[in-house]
Protein backbone atom coordinates (compact mmCIF):
# COMPACT_ATOMS: atom_id res chain seq x y z
CA UNK A 1 0.00 0.00 0.00
CA UNK A 2 2.85 2.45 0.81
CA UNK A 3 4.84 1.71 -2.18
CA UNK A 4 1.66 2.82 -4.07
CA UNK A 5 1.06 6.01 -2.24
CA UNK A 6 4.67 6.60 -3.10
CA UNK A 7 4.02 5.78 -6.41
CA UNK A 8 1.26 8.54 -6.83
CA UNK A 9 3.26 10.95 -5.01
CA UNK A 10 6.33 10.40 -7.45
CA UNK A 11 3.66 10.17 -10.66
CA UNK A 12 2.30 13.55 -9.09
CA UNK A 13 5.13 15.42 -8.55
CA UNK A 14 6.85 14.39 -12.07
CA UNK A 15 3.80 15.06 -13.78
CA UNK A 16 3.66 18.25 -16.16
CA UNK A 17 7.13 18.27 -16.95
CA UNK A 18 8.18 18.52 -20.34
CA UNK A 19 9.49 15.15 -21.84
CA UNK A 20 12.58 16.64 -22.72
CA UNK A 21 13.91 17.21 -19.28
CA UNK A 22 12.71 14.09 -17.97
CA UNK A 23 14.85 12.29 -20.58
CA UNK A 24 17.89 14.67 -19.86
CA UNK A 25 17.45 13.33 -15.98
CA UNK A 26 17.87 9.57 -16.61
CA UNK A 27 20.92 10.87 -18.73
CA UNK A 28 22.53 12.04 -15.50
CA UNK A 29 25.40 10.52 -13.98
CA UNK A 30 24.07 9.25 -10.85
CA UNK A 31 27.63 7.96 -9.42
CA UNK A 32 28.25 11.10 -8.79
CA UNK A 33 25.03 11.48 -6.64
CA UNK A 34 25.61 8.57 -5.08
CA UNK A 35 29.21 10.16 -4.11
CA UNK A 36 28.04 13.60 -2.92
CA UNK A 37 25.30 11.76 -0.44
CA UNK A 38 28.32 9.79 1.34
CA UNK A 39 29.32 12.52 2.05
CA UNK A 40 28.91 14.45 5.36
CA UNK A 41 26.27 17.73 4.44
CA UNK A 42 28.45 20.02 5.25
CA UNK A 43 30.90 18.82 3.07
CA UNK A 44 28.49 19.02 0.15
CA UNK A 45 28.17 22.50 1.12
CA UNK A 46 31.47 23.09 0.57
CA UNK A 47 31.72 20.98 -2.57
CA UNK A 48 29.27 22.87 -4.56
CA UNK A 49 30.61 26.45 -3.54
CA UNK A 50 34.39 25.34 -4.37
CA UNK A 51 33.48 23.56 -7.90
CA UNK A 52 31.54 26.95 -8.75
CA UNK A 53 34.50 29.30 -7.37
CA UNK A 54 36.80 27.03 -9.66
CA UNK A 55 34.72 27.04 -12.54
CA UNK A 56 33.74 30.77 -12.47
CA UNK A 57 32.53 32.15 -16.09
CA UNK A 58 31.47 28.46 -16.89
CA UNK A 59 28.04 28.28 -14.75
CA UNK A 60 26.08 25.83 -15.57
CA UNK A 61 23.11 26.04 -13.41
CA UNK A 62 22.92 28.34 -10.33
CA UNK A 63 24.39 31.45 -9.22
CA UNK B 1 30.21 28.82 2.62
CA UNK B 2 30.20 26.22 5.83
CA UNK B 3 30.99 29.18 8.02
CA UNK B 4 27.94 31.76 6.96
CA UNK B 5 26.20 28.64 7.13
CA UNK B 6 27.55 27.89 11.08
CA UNK B 7 27.43 31.48 11.53
CA UNK B 8 23.56 31.52 10.99
CA UNK B 9 22.78 28.39 13.35
CA UNK B 10 25.52 30.02 16.05
CA UNK B 11 23.64 33.09 15.72
CA UNK B 12 20.46 30.58 16.44
CA UNK B 13 18.49 32.43 13.73
CA UNK B 14 15.60 30.62 11.88
CA UNK B 15 15.96 29.91 8.30
CA UNK B 16 15.64 27.17 5.68
CA UNK B 17 17.90 26.41 3.13
CA UNK B 18 16.72 26.89 -0.36
CA UNK B 19 17.88 27.05 -3.74
CA UNK B 20 21.12 25.36 -5.06
CA UNK B 21 22.73 24.45 -1.95
CA UNK B 22 19.47 22.76 -0.87
CA UNK B 23 20.01 20.63 -4.56
CA UNK B 24 23.41 19.96 -3.48
CA UNK B 25 22.50 18.98 0.46
CA UNK B 26 19.91 16.06 -1.37
CA UNK B 27 22.87 15.04 -3.65
CA UNK B 28 22.14 16.69 -6.57
CA UNK B 29 24.92 17.91 -8.27
CA UNK B 30 24.49 21.66 -8.95
CA UNK B 31 27.19 24.27 -7.76
CA UNK B 32 26.45 27.35 -6.48
CA UNK B 33 28.38 30.36 -4.87
CA UNK B 34 25.95 31.39 -3.07
CA UNK B 35 23.51 30.59 -0.05
CA UNK B 36 20.13 30.84 -0.09
CA UNK B 37 17.73 31.16 2.48
CA UNK B 38 14.44 31.79 3.64
CA UNK B 39 13.95 33.24 7.22
CA UNK B 40 11.24 33.97 9.91
CA UNK B 41 9.80 36.96 9.77
CA UNK B 42 9.05 36.68 13.23
CA UNK B 43 10.39 40.33 15.19
CA UNK B 44 12.59 38.64 17.45
CA UNK B 45 14.32 36.69 14.15
CA UNK B 46 14.66 39.75 12.20
CA UNK B 47 16.88 41.30 15.42
CA UNK B 48 19.23 38.26 15.46
CA UNK B 49 18.88 37.86 11.61
CA UNK B 50 19.88 41.55 11.50
CA UNK B 51 22.56 41.18 14.18
CA UNK B 52 24.51 38.62 12.65
CA UNK B 53 24.63 40.57 9.28
CA UNK B 54 25.71 43.50 10.45
CA UNK B 55 28.80 41.51 12.75
CA UNK B 56 29.26 40.05 8.55
CA UNK B 57 29.74 43.18 7.07
CA UNK B 58 26.33 42.47 4.59
CA UNK B 59 25.71 44.94 1.94
CA UNK B 60 23.52 44.16 -1.32
CA UNK B 61 25.56 42.58 -4.19
CA UNK B 62 25.48 44.48 -7.67
CA UNK B 63 25.48 47.99 -5.97
CA UNK B 64 27.08 51.25 -8.44
CA UNK B 65 30.87 51.20 -7.47
CA UNK B 66 31.18 53.64 -3.90
CA UNK B 67 27.46 52.86 -3.01
CA UNK B 68 27.32 50.98 0.10
CA UNK B 69 23.57 49.78 0.73
CA UNK B 70 23.41 47.69 3.81
CA UNK B 71 19.72 45.48 4.39
CA UNK B 72 17.15 47.07 7.39
CA UNK B 73 14.80 45.17 9.51
CA UNK B 74 11.77 46.97 7.36
CA UNK B 75 13.44 45.21 4.16
CA UNK B 76 13.73 41.51 6.06
CA UNK B 77 9.69 41.79 7.06
CA UNK B 78 8.92 42.59 3.81
CA UNK B 79 8.16 40.13 1.03
CA UNK B 80 11.20 40.64 -1.57
CA UNK B 81 14.74 38.83 -1.99
CA UNK B 82 17.94 40.52 -0.37
CA UNK B 83 20.78 39.95 -2.71
CA UNK B 84 23.79 40.37 0.00
CA UNK B 85 27.72 40.10 -0.39
CA UNK B 86 29.18 39.41 3.81
CA UNK B 87 32.78 38.85 4.55
CA UNK B 88 31.68 34.84 4.74
CA UNK B 89 30.24 34.91 1.39
CA UNK B 90 27.03 35.66 -1.11
CA UNK B 91 23.92 35.40 0.67
CA UNK B 92 20.88 35.82 -0.40
CA UNK B 93 18.19 36.25 2.03
CA UNK B 94 14.58 35.69 0.60
CA UNK B 95 11.41 36.73 2.61
CA UNK B 96 8.84 34.90 0.13
CA UNK B 97 10.05 32.48 -2.61
CA UNK B 98 7.58 30.53 -5.37
CA UNK B 99 4.10 32.18 -4.76
CA UNK B 100 4.44 33.97 -2.00
CA UNK B 101 5.59 31.07 0.01
CA UNK B 102 7.58 32.43 3.37
CA UNK B 103 9.17 30.58 5.99
CA UNK B 104 5.85 30.16 8.22
CA UNK B 105 4.76 27.76 4.77
CA UNK B 106 7.73 26.03 4.34
CA UNK B 107 8.55 24.60 7.66
CA UNK B 108 6.14 21.68 7.27
CA UNK B 109 8.15 20.91 4.09
CA UNK B 110 11.50 20.62 5.78
CA UNK B 111 14.29 18.02 6.97
CA UNK B 112 16.70 19.06 9.55
CA UNK B 113 20.41 18.34 8.59
CA UNK B 114 22.76 17.50 11.32
CA UNK B 115 26.74 17.68 10.73
CA UNK B 116 28.75 17.70 14.33
CA UNK B 117 27.27 20.39 16.09
CA UNK B 118 25.00 21.96 13.24
CA UNK B 119 21.70 21.37 13.41
CA UNK B 120 19.82 23.51 10.26
CA UNK B 121 16.50 22.89 8.30
CA UNK B 122 16.70 22.58 4.65
CA UNK B 123 13.97 22.29 2.15
CA UNK B 124 12.87 18.84 0.82
CA UNK B 125 13.82 17.78 -2.36
CA UNK B 126 9.93 17.26 -3.35
CA UNK B 127 9.38 21.01 -2.70
CA UNK B 128 12.58 22.00 -4.18
CA UNK B 129 10.92 20.05 -7.75
CA UNK B 130 7.67 21.49 -7.39
CA UNK B 131 9.23 25.01 -7.30
CA UNK B 132 11.78 24.95 -10.35
CA UNK B 133 8.37 22.85 -11.95
CA UNK B 134 6.54 26.04 -11.76
CA UNK B 135 9.56 28.64 -12.12
CA UNK B 136 9.69 30.47 -15.70
CA UNK B 137 13.70 31.23 -15.18
CA UNK B 138 15.32 29.15 -17.47
CA UNK B 139 18.30 28.50 -15.13
CA UNK B 140 15.42 27.02 -13.23
CA UNK B 141 14.63 24.56 -15.61
CA UNK B 142 17.94 23.76 -16.30
CA UNK B 143 18.31 22.56 -12.90
CA UNK B 144 15.36 20.11 -12.78
CA UNK B 145 17.04 17.35 -14.53
CA UNK B 146 19.56 17.39 -11.22
CA UNK B 147 16.92 17.60 -9.57
CA UNK B 148 14.84 14.69 -10.54
CA UNK B 149 17.86 12.22 -11.06
CA UNK B 150 18.67 13.06 -7.29
CA UNK B 151 14.80 12.06 -6.62
CA UNK B 152 14.61 8.92 -8.53
CA UNK B 153 18.17 8.19 -6.78
CA UNK B 154 16.82 7.90 -3.65
CA UNK B 155 14.56 5.81 -4.51
Given at each position: ?12 L???I ?19 L ?24 D? | ?155
Amino acid sequence: MKDRKDEKLTADLLSDIDADILEAASEVDRTLITWLLGLPPLARVSWAARIAESTKGFKLVDE
Amino acid sequence: MESLLAALVRSDVDFIVVGGMAAALHGAPVVTQDLDIVHSKSHENVVKLLKLLKKISAKYRGQPKGLVLRPSSVELEGGGHLNLITSLGPLDVLCEIGEAESYDNLIGHTLVFSDGELSFRVLKLEKLIELKKKSPRTKDRLMLPLLIAAFKQRG
